[in-house]
């Protein structure tokens, strides 16, 4: 099956945005000349950003380019970035990644947490921020302070609409594209004794890198129910989570709805929808040094990072 996606390469002059056409990553500048047609120079210097801060105007140009450009590379008129897959980053680098807690009934069976009834409750949703992003490939740091690192595959909706109390009905008609996170959490940080709140959740889950995000954007219109879609991940080759997003408590659509009425929710913006059963906690196992973590969900493609033991600089 074709599909369309953006990511951002690292080139001699900096970051610079790509259209990917079937797992071929595209230049942008060299897809608009390719096909003919222009691009703002603030599509091009922006990045990947600039296109979902211009989504409806962004979106439609997608539309309109993406025959062009395949035809463009049939005839040789359009060349891959050569060796991009080794040089992809994350696709943009957002302020506020917003992520769903306990949004899968066996995972939080699993870590031994009760939920209340979906009619008695709303979605638990924390912050992660800019520090914590990690492109594909990039190294997980284990820091010293933990010694239960582990995983969660989570299926990131990018927001690409400004919106403020949304319905329901309406949630996903803001919703720019999808991309996969890697919510990684050091579980013996989460925890605190020596203040009367019991969860930590900024010491546990705020760490550089403790986010990988990528390897790119797809489109909303590529993936028509974000509610039926399978989610994978592997360490070191075997698999460790399985599970399709139908088995959420809230919706992707229920928790951009619920968002919405705290924050004014702005382009760029990340919705990390909650992780199935399987995680390292719920197996009494974690992560170490040299470890690869595979995260691959369905219509979108596979984000890889390997683990490292953090060094201290003295």
Known sequence: MSWIALATYRSTAGPRPSIVLDNNVCDLDSVAQACGVSIGRDWSTGGVGALIND???A???LREIEGKARAAMA???LKPVPDAMDLLQAPIRPERIFCAASNFVEHANEMGTVLA???ESKPYMFLKLRNTVLGPGGTIQMPPETAQLDWEIELAAIIGARCRR???ERALDVV???SIVNDISARDLNMRSDYPFKFDWF????????APFGPWIVPAWQIPDPQAVQLRLDVNG???QQDSTANMIWSVREQIAYLSTIVTLEPGDVVATGTPTGVGMGRGIYLKDGDTITATIAGIGTLANDVRAESIRQ
């Open 55 to 57: 989504w409806p105007r």
């Open 59 to 61: 979106s439609a140009w």
């Open 75 to 77: 005839g040789g008129g």
């Open 117 to 119: 009834a979906k009619a």
């Open 166 to 168: 949304i319905s329901v």
């Open 176 to 178: 720019a594209g999808y």
């Open 203 to 210: 010491q546990g889950k705020c760490h550089d890198t403790f």
């Open 238 to 240: 075997e698999p460790m």
